[in-house]
């Protein structure tokens, strides 16, 4: 077993909470079974609008950072203590 952190920002706080949450998964875990974690622990109290149960995936403007970099491929795998973080893209402005 390997530990990983999980951070979130912004609203997506209300659901992970405010601390980082250590997460242990199996030695060869990528972000796909991170996403079946987070399916398996918070997927019921996530709204339809940010998480889809079926696929296991965030939904909208939801960004995954690992170690700083941005996820493109789930089969990425998470080396051992490593942060993932979730952002949820900002949008809108003001006028001047």
Known sequence: MKSIYLRSSGVLKEFFGKEPQKISL????SIDDLMQYINLKWGTSLPSYLWDPINCQFKGPIYLLLNNSIVKDFKTDLPEGSE??????LTGGSSF
């Open 84 to 89: 993932v973080q979730l952002l949820i893209a």
């Open 26 to 29: 199996e030695d060869h875990a």
